[in-house]
């Protein structure tokens, strides 16, 4: 079995930008926060961080000065992966040497790889440190998916740990699972699917929904593996609305919303992202005051 990084909830957690850069007195407050809610790890420049729009300098300070702030209390999976796979290389090995604990990296976007040129991007990602790799498999994102058999042949990697499932197919993730046995952790990437992977033996959850609920977050998963799926269950559905209103417009739009809502950071996007639609930011921020949310 390889090492596992966490068991429970990390949270994908915003970066709280403004028109000059990153904010990192706001992101110290919610890393502090977070951590006190009783989140399990955090992912820094994920998806939802906005890394696709950080500079590179940007990227890596972000990493840094954020290893720095958790200072050990819990796991730090630093946001990898690129389409370049020379560049993803350095970022990994970086982040490794400034104190990352493991390293999400995503399917290589617009490239469109093959399952073998897959495998050997993150065998050689893999082969570059020495603290774990968690695939991350988005293809509604990339327009890559990584393929069970994929997944089979990397679980034997030493350092490849886990899979970030957000593909959304409840079939295809029970056949990583049937193949993959105790060699790799997976985690659900959707915020409605924690409970139906965790019943597949999933070790948790990537979160949105935790940057606005780390707390009932954590529930969910505690719960289930306390043995209660009944109050984990019904915890995930009644967090669906909300679920689905943080989703109404592409991720990290409607969490950067509510998390302005909640005084976390500015509203504050970079191009190509914009703003959430006046309609759709109303039904959130009624759904947040709804699950007892202050803003």
């Known amino acids: 079995m390889n090492n596992t990084l966490f068991k429970g909830v990390a949270t994908a957690l915003i970066t709280p930008l403004n028109e000059k850069g990153i904010d990192y007195n706001k992101l110290e407050k919610l890393i502090n926060w977070q951590i006190d809610e009783g989140i399990n790890a955090l992912v820094i420049a994920g998806t939802t961080g906005e890394a696709s729009t950080l500079t590179d300098a940007e990227h890596k300070d972000l990493i840094k000065e954020s290893v720095k702030m958790v200072a050990g209390r819990v796991p730090v999976i630093a946001g990898t992966g690129s389409n370049d796979t020379d560049y993803a290389l350095d970022l990994t090995k970086y982040s490794e040497k400034v104190g990352a604990d493991g390293f999400l990296v995503v399917t290589p976007y617009y490239n469109k790889a093959t399952q073998n040129g897959l495998y050997k991007m993150f065998t050689q990602i893999a082969d570059s440190v020495e603290k774990p790799v968690i695939l991350y498999n988005v293809p509604s994102r990339t327009g890559v998916n990584i393929a069970p058999s994929t997944c089979q042949r990397l679980a034997e990697h030493k350092n490849i740990c886990a899979i970030k499932e957000a593909s959304g197919n409840i079939s295809q993730i029970a056949e990583v699972a049937h193949l993959v046995g105790d060699e790799m952790d997976i985690y659900s990437g959707n915020d409605d699917q924690i409970v139906p992977i965790m019943s597949l033996g999933g070790k948790g959850v990537i979160s949105v929904l935790s940057n606005v609920l780390p707390k009932e977050t954590v529930e ?14 019904e915890l995930q559905l009644n967090f669906l609305p909300l679920i689905n209103a943080l989703f109404s417009e592409v ?5 950067k919303s509510a998390m302005a809502k909640m005084g976390w950071c500015e509203n504050f996007l970079r191009l190509p992202l914009t703003p959430m639609e006046e309609k759709n930011e109303i039904i959130l921020h009624k759904l947040m005051k709804e699950n007892g949310i202050n803003i």
């Open 251 to 255: 991720n990290p739009i409607p969490v």
């Open 220 to 233: 969910i998963c505690d719960s289930f593996f306390k043995g209660d799926v009944k109050k984990s269950c």
